[in-house]
């Protein structure tokens, strides 16, 4: 089983990348800034996959 780490994975062009990962068996670690935004989406993507979502609430920023 891969893991991988999906910026965005809360909507959008991330959400669909996490879940096309899930659904392949892929345990999927899903990244944002809104909690509740990505609880949903987690829940959503274990739900509706064979694969696994975690959440991490977080901001990613270049620092340039």
């Known amino acids: 089983m891969r893991t991988a780490l999906v910026g965005g994975g809360a909507s959008g062009i ?3 990348v996490a879940g096309r990962l899930a659904g392949s068996g892929d345990r999927v670690v899903i990244t944002g ?3 509740d935004t990505l609880e949903a989406a987690a829940v959503q993507l274990s739900g509706d996959t064979v694969g696994t979502a975690l959440r991490a609430k977080c901001t990613l920023w270049s620092a340039t």
Do not use: V
């Open 33 to 35: 800034r809104h909690a």
């Open 14 to 16: 991330g959400h669909a």
